[in-house]
């Protein structure tokens, strides 16, 4: 992988921490589950865009990949249908 494309992806990766870190503060002065949720599957793909781009020879088809990327989106699904179930509740 050449310079330019590790470039992008730390940049790729400090978007996604620096958004989850936002959600992060939401949820402390809320305490709205929806902001935790969100802010730990933000930050969860920011780790593994930081761990693509220390790999020798990345590949975003590696299994391992592949399944933290999963559960950053099943993070983000839980997050969405628990606030849609408490929003019935109410």
């Known amino acids: 992988m050449d310079a330019w ?18 959600f992060l503060r939401f949820w402390r002065e809320g305490r709205d589950r929806f902001f935790l949720l969100f802010g730990l599957a933000l930050l969860v793909e920011g780790a593994n865009r930081f761990a693509l781009g220390l790999l020798a020879r990345p590949s975003e088809g590696s299994a391992g990949i592949y399944l933290v990327r999963l559960l950053s989106f099943l993070l983000i699904l839980a997050a969405i249908i628990d606030k849609n179930r408490r929003a019935r509740r109410s």
């Open 5 to 22: 494309n590790r470039l992008l992806l730390g940049a790729i990766a400090m978007a996604f921490l620096v958004s989850g870190l936002f």
